[in-house]
């Protein structure tokens, strides 16, 4: 759960609030030069070629305002853990995207070049920022891999937003293979409620669960029960593996 900057400034000693100021400011300062250079942009007509997501915009000025560094405020980012303890890294690098407004370049290196807990928090924050349905690859990798923090991450309210469908009901299988628990997944109850074909997919799981003599997750039976459409009872899991003395 991310912490808000109010509560930061109780929890963090002085030299961290110092240094999370100063970061923060840089952050704030390559956001404001990025929409300058992008409203000079707008206004001498060359934004109308530009992608309908604003990010396309901030992406473009940035890399001509700098095509190879990368913003100071990048580097703070990396170094948010040493700095203002593993605790509230997280949170921290959350407020540095939000404040940096980062673009799709930003938070797509942040990803690629990052470790997992540096990939973590992109995946925490992409709702946050303005960036359309451009950040799902992030979100796929984080669904490819078998680390359970970034899985957690991924299905985040992100995830419930923009995935498709499909993707979207093989990323709650996913919590259930890897044991990240199902109230992980934002909107869970929502976008269950009625689907079919979860259902389907999920008592699947279940019976090869039971024909492996193998116990069906309460967290199964949990996403299950959401997929009934309202005032409707759940499909049935199967039914328990058959004992020796049975």
């Known amino acids: 759960m991310l912490t808000s900057r109010e509560e930061l400034d109780t929890e963090l000693g002085e030299a961290a609030r110092a ?25 001498s007509g060359a934004a109308a070629a530009e992608s309908p997501h604003s990010g396309a915009a901030a992406d473009a000025s940035r890399a001509a305002a700098s095509p190879y560094a990368s913003p100071s405020w990048e580097l703070r980012y990396a170094a948010a853990g040493r700095h ?6 997280d949170s921290v690098r959350s407020l540095l995207l939000v404040e940096a407004r980062a673009p799709l370049a930003s938070v797509t290196r942040l990803y690629d070049q990052g470790t997992a807990a540096e990939r973590r928090a992109v995946l925490l924050t992409l709702h946050l ?25 991924a299905v985040g309210p992100y995830a419930a937003e923009h995935l498709a469908p499909h993707a979207w009901r093989h990323a709650v299988l ?3 293979f890897t044991e990240v628990p199902v109230a992980a997944v934002a909107r869970l109850a929502d976008r269950a ?4 074909e979860l259902a389907r997919m999920l008592t699947d799981f279940a019976a090869e669960r039971t024909a492996a003599g ?23 899991t199967a039914a328990p593996a058959p004992t020796e003395e049975s």
């Open 19 to 43: 240094w999370l100021d100063a970061a923060l400011a840089e952050a704030a300062d390559d956001a404001a030069r990025s929409e300058t250079a992008a409203g000079g942009a707008a206004h």
């Open 84 to 89: 203002c303890g593993q605790r509230h890294a």
């Open 129 to 153: 920022l303005d960036l359309g349905d451009t950040a799902l690859p992030l979100v796929e990798d984080a669904l490819r891999a078998n680390d359970t923090r970034l899985v957690a991450a």
């Open 174 to 176: 996913k919590c259930l």
């Open 193 to 196: 409620r009625g689907d079919t």
């Open 214 to 236: 193998r116990p069906v997750p309460e967290d199964l039976r949990t996403a299950l029960a959401l997929t009934a459409p309202a005032g409707h009872p759940a499909p049935p």
